[in-house]
């Protein structure tokens, strides 16, 4: 099975822009999650989404936002970027029937300027 | 609050020698903790759980909900274990809602 596919691998935007991450997890997980990840804040959970619905959010602002599709790919978008959301953003799926082990992707590595 | 605590950022030791990487933990409902690990330049991956009450590639960790503590240990290091190690706890939301609180992170180096 191919694993969690994020794309694109790495995006520069300036403050100001908005963005939309991609990812597309396990064929037959329903399950995918976003997580952010700092030098300074470390690993971050954003949201998860399961079934088309968010099912879980973490502590971000509204600028940041989630969607996933009926095939279970998954987009992340933020707008009105800032500095401070320069970042690894990591998806990551699990079936979702249950507490199960996560797969992440490698990420896309997010600059903003 | 839930919270994991990685108290060291960085740990080196030398092949051969045992290696611990200690990892704390508050949360007010019954815990399920992992040990997750990024090799250099590979994606984050599941090293163990501690449901499983498994050894991988030599690691072992076991929750002690007294000291609320989750420490990885290895009896002998190997240069291939140099690696980012980060112990998560699941949080379960309602209908299998789940997130991962992760430590800081602590990055092991084995020196030959």
């Known amino acids: 099975k191919a694993g969690v596919t994020q794309t694109p691998r790495y995006l520069i935007k300036t403050r100001g822009q908005q963005v939309t991450l991609s990812c597309s997890p396990i064929s037959g997980h329903r399950s995918v999650s976003w997580y952010q990840q700092t030098p300074g804040q470390g690993l971050q959970f954003l949201f998860e989404y399961f079934s088309e619905t968010q099912r879980n959010k973490g502590n971000f602002p509204g600028r940041f936002s989630g969607r996933q599709f009926s095939n279970s790919r998954s987009e992340m978008n933020v707008s009105t970027l800032e500095l401070g959301d320069s970042a690894l953003y990591l998806c990551?799926?699990?079936?979702?029937?249950?507490?199960?082990?996560?797969?992440f992707g490698s990420g896309t590595q997010l600059s903003v300027l | 609050a839930q919270r994991v605590t990685q108290p060291e950022k960085l740990l080196s030791v030398f092949k051969g020698a045992p290696v611990e990487l200690k990892c704390n933990y508050s949360y007010s409902g019954s815990p399920e903790l992992f040990w997750y690990v990024q090799y250099s330049r590979q994606r984050l991956q599941l090293l163990l759980r501690?449901?499983s009450r498994e050894s991988i590639k030599g690691f072992t960790a076991d929750l002690n909900k007294g000291e609320t503590s989750f420490h990885l240990k290895k009896p002998f290091a190997q240069e291939e274990d140099s690696a980012m190690y980060y112990c998560a706890l699941n949080v379960m939301g309602g209908q299998g809602a789940q997130k991962l609180v992760f430590g800081q992170g602590t990055r092991l180096t084995i020196n030959p």
């Open positions: 990551a799926s699990r079936l979702g029937t249950a507490s199960e082990k996560l797969f």
């Open positions: 501690h449901i």
